[in-house]
């Protein structure tokens, strides 16, 4: 395979979309051109679930026009929804500038688009106008998550406990929402919740090639592999130093968001103190998000694995999150006291009562079409919470976007 081919995210691809950029399989065979128009057919829907690869340089100039244009709405103060149904594909003539085509995103798709753009930036070896970039992605990110909390949870955990393909990009954006959301509980000044925010990010910036590897191999993680990840937080930290960031908290945060040990949070300066409820919100992030050598944790598990520090004691950093995110994060599963199977679609009054819809009945059967419970009462009160992996059913998530 050519060296300079990268994977596309899965469901970057629409049906009815001309490519902007030529398609090739995994051994760099090309499967469609530029300019191809892609109609429905098995071939075409598993690419669109994975597979299809894509030139790096190819796309470079497609990914900054994007990324302008994208850019531009949110300064702009552009409304979400025009925002969702703007123009997003664009068609790349060699002979001229990019030019827009009408294609509009859905929720489930920009959050693909911007997949597609963290994923390219954590691969450069060299990336141009890095820092703004990140702001880009950042602000396109959280201008979703403050237009609809529960929706934008909801969708990027479920789809990040059934997805291990392209892992990091995945989980640098679940780790960003949830740091907002954790920043917000704890009312923390706007410039550590910046600083918060860009380390999210950019935490594992060096390391993504290794962490995917990882994330798609079906034995344990070798010993080499544990060592050359042992300090990715520090090399993470050297390479944002030598793309222009000089903001200390920020560098502090990436360099010891593995090693900032338990404790209180008052008595630690920014940096420490931001790398700690890092560690914390990473942890949790990772164990909703499956490997190919293991299931995703259910949401309460990983609830409880962060609740308690490393010495098994109730962890400030931890229960910031929980109180912000709950005991049953949106995009849980979890079965019902009356033998129901849901998702949980929206935080509730308390972390242990979130709203949940109702996927398949009491006899097992699936449900048409998803059913809101109220779990404050007896009769709907969540029983148990289960792994992703137990869930044996194809969740219509435009169905669930309908209940907001």
Known sequence: MASNLIPLPARTLRLGMTLPYDLYDANGQLLFARGHQLSDSPQVRSLIDGGAWVNSEDTMAYQRARAHRLDTLVLQDVPLAHIAKADASFRLDPAGPAAPAKVALGPREAWSDLLLHMHTLLREDAPADFQQRVAQIRDAALKRLHAQPDATLMLLVFESSQEFGDYSARHALLTLLLCDMVAQQMQLPPPQRAALHNAALTMNLGASA??????SQVAP????????????????A???????????????????????????????????????????????????????????????????????????????????????????????????????????FKRGFSANEPHVAALIGKSGTPLSSPVPRDTRLATQAIAASLAPADLRLRVNLEALLKLY
């Open 210 to 215: 290794a962490h995917d590897r990882l994330a």
């Open 221 to 236: 993680a070798t010993p080499a592999q544990r060592h050359a990840l042992s300090a990715h937080g520090a090399h993470a």
């Open 238 to 344: 050297q390479r944002l130093a030598r793309f222009g960031i000089d903001d200390p908290v920020w560098l502090t945060a990436v360099r010891l968001h593995h090693d900032a040990g338990p404790g209180p949070l008052a008595t630690r300066e920014d940096g420490e103190k931001l790398a700690r409820l890092l560690r914390r919100i990473d942890m949790f992030g990772a164990r909703l998000s499956p490997r190919r050598s293991r299931n995703a944790m259910s949401g309460a598990a990983a609830a409880r694995a962060v609740f308690l520090d490393e010495q098994g004691q109730p962890d400030e950093a931890g229960a910031a999150l929980i109180k912000a995110v709950g005991l049953y994060p949106p995009g849980s599963i979890v079965r019902l006291a009356n033998g129901e199977v849901g998702l949980v």
